[in-house]
């Protein structure tokens, strides 16, 4: 056991020190580049800067592969999440539109779509990138994956409490729907691909398809142009859909199936989901010390409602504070 605690406290210290100096780095690079080009060129330097700061920083630092980000499955795991993630959307803008809340008024021009993908892209790759593969993995590395699912959600949500039209329910609405969904896909894949894919799609398809405003921020006229009225807990009010009611439960569905598929593959000692083929099978990661026993007690015992008792059991340990981009 103090082999293992050794062997972990190094890992997270270096995991840090990485951490640290990408961030130094990404925060250099928008000094740097503000108001010298444009959103999108930004957007481009950003995302190339942090995965290079992070592949090479992994690799020379941490003195590892990164092996969430680095395999032949990346392609096929980032079209799965694509896919997810504009299924999911557009399953809540039906939802909206069955209780007679949203109604397509007109229909726009495709020509901004590939556009509006690319920059899905880039944006999911910036924000999974620092919330998945750091954020996630250092507090998974310091508490085990309970923990990295709820601090990395926690402070996903809290990066969110800024934007535009941003109350303290769609900071929690954030956490619970996009939070835990992303961490889950991280957690049970081991890959960033699965998580980057269906940011993307959620947020191509919410601002380039739907032409609704993404996390407050408004965006270009979609493909579908149509007006969402009604109460706000069902439209998300002045931040969004996101902060419907039905985002939360579509997305906190899929992300609870995920948790649940993550302990049946701990369970089964079996590889999971989208890497199943050629790239490491994920393990649930259990804190070393005090916490272990509890942690396995709960996974051991409580079956079908395990997902439950852990979001209770971890709820009392961590103090979420700060700010992601």
């Given at each position: 056991m103090r082999d293992s605690v050794k062997l972990r406290s190094k890992e997270l210290g270096l995991a840090l020190l990485n951490f640290a100096l990408v961030l130094g780095l990404l925060f250099g690079t928008q000094a740097l580049i503000r108001g010298r080009?444009?959103?999108?060129?930004?957007?481009?330097?950003?995302?190339a800067v942090i995965l290079?700061?992070?592949?090479?920083?992994?690799?020379?630092?941490?003195?590892?592969?990164?092996?969430?980000l680095v395999g032949k499955r990346g392609v096929a795991q980032f079209a799965g999440g694509l896919g997810l993630g504009i299924a999911l959307f557009s399953s809540v803008i039906g939802l909206l539109w069955i209780v007679g809340d949203y109604r397509v008024t007109a229909?726009?021009?495709?020509?901004?779509?590939?556009?509006?993908?690319?920059?899905?892209?880039?944006?999911?790759?910036?924000?999974?990138?620092?919330?998945?593969?750091?954020?996630?993995?250092?507090?998974?590395?310091?508490?085990?994956?309970?923990?990295?699912?709820?601090?990395?959600?926690?402070?996903?949500?809290?990066?969110?409490?800024?934007?535009?039209?941003?109350?303290?329910?769609?900071?929690?609405?954030?956490?619970?729907e996009a939070g835990v969904l992303l961490a889950a896909?991280?957690?049970?894949?081991?890959?960033?691909?699965?998580?980057?894919?269906?940011?993307?799609?959620?947020?191509?398809?919410?601002?380039?398809?739907?032409?609704?405003?993404?996390?407050?921020h408004e965006t270009k006229p979609g493909l579908f142009a149509g007006t969402l009225k009604g109460p706000a807990i069902l439209t998300g009010g002045a931040f969004g859909p996101e902060a419907s009611i039905f985002a939360v439960a579509v997305c906190l569905a899929v992300a609870v199936f995920l948790l649940c598929e993550l302990f049946d593959c701990t369970?089964?000692?079996?590889?999971?989901?989208?890497?199943?083929?050629?790239?490491?099978?994920?393990?649930?990661?259990?804190?070393?010390?005090?916490?272990?026993?509890?942690?396995?007690?709960?996974?051991?015992?409580?079956?079908?409602?395990?997902?439950?008792?852990?979001?209770?059991?971890?709820?009392?340990?961590?103090?979420p504070r700060g700010r992601i981009i």
């Open positions: 080009v444009a959103d999108t060129e930004g957007l481009v330097i950003l995302s290079t700061a992070y592949l090479a920083g992994t690799r020379w630092i941490e003195g590892h592969q990164p092996a969430e229909h726009g021009a495709v020509s901004g779509l590939a556009t509006g993908l690319f920059i899905a892209l880039m944006v999911g790759i910036i924000e999974k990138t620092i919330a998945r593969g750091f954020l996630f993995r250092i507090a998974e590395l310091a508490g085990g994956t309970w923990i990295g699912v709820f601090v990395s959600s926690a402070l996903f949500g809290a990066g969110h409490a800024f934007n535009p039209g941003a109350s303290v329910l769609s900071s929690i609405a954030i956490a619970l896909a991280y957690a049970l894949t081991g890959r960033l691909w699965f998580p980057i894919g269906l940011h993307t799609g959620w947020n191509f398809t919410e601002g380039s398809l739907f032409g609704r405003s993404v996390s407050g369970a089964s000692k079996r590889r999971c989901g989208p890497s199943a083929v050629n790239t490491p099978s994920r393990r649930i990661r259990w804190p070393l010390g005090f916490h272990a026993r509890l942690f396995k007690g709960v996974y051991t015992n409580c079956g079908p409602m395990s997902v439950m008792v852990m979001l209770r059991q971890v709820s009392g340990f961590i103090d």
